[in-house]
């Protein structure tokens, strides 16, 4: 059974910064690219930043220069830093990982957190 589970998140005030992680356990091969996602209320779920196995990056254009996507292969953990953050920021954040394994190759995600950024 392949999970993704988060940590972080919280409340923030305008400016701050926070910091996620998101560690993938269970019986897998490997885990290609990986990345973080937010919906904010009534919006559509969004890609914010995805890295892939060997560090590539991309961020959406609202982030760039104030999130900072990595990951630890050795610990199967994704990371998000976020600095600057701004009430627009607020979101339900997950993390989705491409992951290899007996079964298959599968889309798995995170069960998600909560990101409050204060004005």
């Known amino acids: 059974q392949v999970q993704l589970v988060e940590s972080g998140g919280g409340l923030v005030q305008a400016g701050g910064s926070l910091g996620l992680s998101c560690a993938a356990s269970g019986n897998f091969f490997s885990i290609n690219t990986m990345g973080w996602y937010r919906q904010a209320p009534g919006k559509q779920r969004e890609l914010v930043a995805a890295i892939t196995s060997l560090g590539s990056t991309n961020y959406v254009d609202s982030v760039k220069g104030r999130f900072t996507i990595s990951r630890d292969n050795a610990k199967n953990t994704l990371y998000l830093q976020m600095n600057t953050l701004k009430p627009e920021d607020t979101a339900v954040y997950y993390c989705?990982?491409?992951?290899?394994?007996?079964?298959?190759?599968?889309?798995?995600w995170g069960q998600g957190t909560q990101v409050t950024v204060s004005s």
């Open positions: 989705n990982a491409e992951i290899k394994s007996w079964a298959g190759k599968y889309d798995y």
